[in-house]
């Protein structure tokens, strides 16, 4: 009962202010007073107050946080669209799995090959990983930039298949034991670091003692991720531990 004639006084209230606009305005113009306390109507409406909880909250209070919600979900959606296109971007460093010549058995877990333009390529049952030798770089002295160095290994044979290796394939490459079968000549090596929540890629490098530089391309094989892996792949200790090893003397042994 309370409730209806709260609401019943705030009813004639809106009323009662809407007639008293029209008659103060009327002077200008039955149009023009017609339009003041018909918006007058519609700004005491968006705080007509409404139960909830035991309390009260207002239509326009109702408005703005639905439109608060709507906003949130856009921008995540938004997002979440960025960070599809660029894990596609990623999926696209790859044609498909490569074709794998007859292997060679060199441990449980490790296999070589010879491939398509003669290197001596190196497969990871594993992670599912094809891998070449380290391959120096045209110019020597300074590494590629990220471009560059992309392109170096696209252009490998068979062209498309291999891509520079993301910072969480080397580290599969590092657990894996690959620098003992494959070590890495002295030379200073370059990376793709990717970061899907940011959308970002950066190159990474190790410098060398004698300012050479080489790539290890990689490749996808059975049971690889068609996108290859990413920093969200490798559990958090794993990752710590490579780039620990990293930056200590001796690396990659140990």
Same mark, same amino acid.
């Given at each position: ?79 979440? /669209? ?5 894990? $596609?971007? #990623?999926?696209? &460093? ?7 010549? %007859? @292997? ?89 670091? /990717? ?5 970002? $890629?950066? #190159?990474?490098? &190790? ?7 080489? %790539? @290890? ?38």
């Amino acid at each position: 009962m309370f409730i209806l004639i709260f609401y019943g006084i705030y009813f004639l209230i809106v009323i009662a202010v809407a007639v008293s606009i029209f008659r103060w305005m009327k002077k200008r113009g039955t149009g023009v007073a017609l339009l003041a306390s018909g918006l007058s109507v519609v700004l005491l409406s968006l705080f007509y107050p409404i139960p909830i909880h035991g309390g009260f909250t207002f239509l326009v209070e109702i408005m703005l946080s639905e439109l608060r919600t709507e906003r949130t979900r856009i921008e995540h959606m938004v997002k979440e /669209e960025r960070k599809e296109a660029f894990r $596609e971007k #990623l999926a696209a &460093r790859f044609r498909g799995p490569l074709a794998f010549p %007859v @292997r060679e058995k060199v441990t449980e877990q490790w296999s070589s090959f010879r491939t398509a333009g003669g290197a001596r390529g190196w497969y990871d049952a594993q992670a599912g990983l094809a891998w070449t030798d380290m391959l120096p770089l045209e110019r020597t002295g300074a590494p590629h930039d990220l471009d560059r160095a992309k392109a170096y290994c696209a252009a490998q044979e068979p062209r498309g298949f291999w891509a520079l290796p993301t910072e969480a394939e080397l580290s599969l490459f590092w657990k894996a034991g690959g620098y003992r079968l494959s070590p890495l000549g002295g030379y200073g090596t370059i990376g793709l670091l /990717e970061d899907i929540d940011l959308q970002t $890629e950066l #190159l990474t490098i &190790r410098i060398s003692r004698n300012g050479t530089y080489a %790539v @290890r391309c990689v490749a996808l094989g059975p049971g690889a991720p068609a996108a290859g892996y990413s920093k969200k792949d490798i559990p958090l200790e794993e990752w710590n531990a490579y780039q620990l090893r990293k930056t200590m003397p001796g690396f990659p042994d140990g």
